[in-house]
């Protein structure tokens, strides 16, 4: 395989399981030292962890809380200690409060802005100062196709992908000219955890939208994220890539 990472490392977050993960072993294929984050070590995370020491490649797990600006600041510096750079900052971690305006709660709408949004805030703020130094630099936010399209049921959810597009191409312009890359990926339909607990009526409305006829499997993001970290991509910034099968 032609290797398009080996040299750079690359910090993931909320990569112990589903998207994170497949972009994580993608990424250790490709030849790229990893740190690995997710709120806590889990059996997965575990198993991550050894197949990238398998591949060859560094790998450190940081556990803590991306929504809160002191953990991720402390996490930034750890990983620094042990690697000394970072060249690819793939902000991942997201969740849903998935419920209908009417039923939610103040709570719904701050955990899923605070966890999908705040979050990037923190990382890019932490990460900037050393990509600055290096001058290179690309970043990777995980937005969805409903921060587009937007969602019955997923107010706060699309409102906080929507938002990552517009943090993105701000991003791509402030840091551009220190050859600092910020692009979002916009997944579809992805079988993970976090779809597999949606009701099989809902999974067939979303199958009959998409063009592929197919869902989306973690392999389809990670091989997105890929291109987007590499020098593959170096013209590339401020862009939006759907990656959804057609819907
Ligand atoms: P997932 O639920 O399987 O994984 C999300 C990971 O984020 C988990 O490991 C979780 O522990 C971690 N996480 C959650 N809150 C955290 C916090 N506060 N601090 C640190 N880590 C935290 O979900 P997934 O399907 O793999 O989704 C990954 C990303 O892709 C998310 O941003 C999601 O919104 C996006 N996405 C997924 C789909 C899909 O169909 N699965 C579609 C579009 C976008």
Redesign the pocket.
Known sequence: MNKLLTGKTAMI?????????QIALTFAQHGADLIV????E?ES?IELMKEIENLGVKGLFLA????KLDQTEAAVKQAMEAFGKIDVLVN?????RDTLLMRMTETDWDMVM???VK?IFNHTKAIQSIMLKQRFGSIIN?????GITGNAGQIN?SAS?AAIIGLSKSVARELGSRNIRCNVI??????????HVLPQEVKDAYMKTISLRRT?K?TD?ANTAVFLASDLSDYMTGQVLVCDGGM
């Not at 916009?186 to 779809?195: H, K, L, N, R, V």
């Open positions: 977050t909320g990569a112990g399981r589903g998207i994170g993960k984050t997710d709120l806590k889990t995370s803590y809380d991306v929504s991942n971690a997201g969740i849903t605070n966890v999908n979050s995980m937005g969805s196709i409903v959810y992908k916009a997944p579809g339909f992805i079988e993970t955890e976090m779809t989306g973690p993001i």
